[in-house]
Each structure stands twice: as C-alpha cells, then as structure tokens.
C-alpha cells in the first residue's frame, strides 16, 4: 500500500514548481492583468508535475483520439 507521505526529493520539488507556477502566472508582460500565453503554458505544464507528484494522471485532451 502506498504512504500518503512525500519524500524529500518530491518535497524540493513540489516547493520548485510552485515557485515556477507563482512566477509564471505573476508575469504581466502584456500590461493587461493576464500573463502572456507562453507563461500560462508554462505554468499549466508546471502543475501537471506537480499533481503527478501527487499520484493523478493528467492527460490532454485529445490525446489518443478522445473528444471533450
């Protein structure tokens, strides 16, 4: 059965990517309050590390043909 603990490697890396996430959706290049799409790209790539790390399976949509 798997713990519900994270190990220190997962810890470092949870605390790195939510920096990333942070920073990358705090960007305001644009001067309209919505950070540019490649930082939301980054930021959304980042957060699907970071639910992995926490066992979820993150899949895009259409990915193997599925439809929404």
Same mark, same amino acid.
């Given at each position: %059965? ?7 490697r997962?810890?470092? +890396?949870?605390?790195?990517?939510g920096?990333?996430?942070? +920073? ?10 919505l950070?540019? !799409?490649?930082? !939301?790209?980054?930021?959304? *790539?980042n %957060?699907?590390? @970071?639910?992995?790390?926490?066992? @979820?399976?993150?899949? !895009?949509?259409?990915?193997?043909? *599925?439809? !929404?």
């Open positions: %059965m798997k713990q519900n603990v994270l190990s220190d997962e810890i470092k +890396q949870l605390v790195d990517l920096c990333k996430i942070k +920073q990358g959706l705090d960007c305001n290049a644009n001067n309209d309050g950070p540019c !799409r490649t930082d !939301r790209l980054d930021s959304v *790539e %957060m699907k590390k @970071y639910l992995e790390i926490h066992g @979820y399976k993150i899949k !895009r949509l259409g990915d193997n043909n *599925e439809k !929404r």
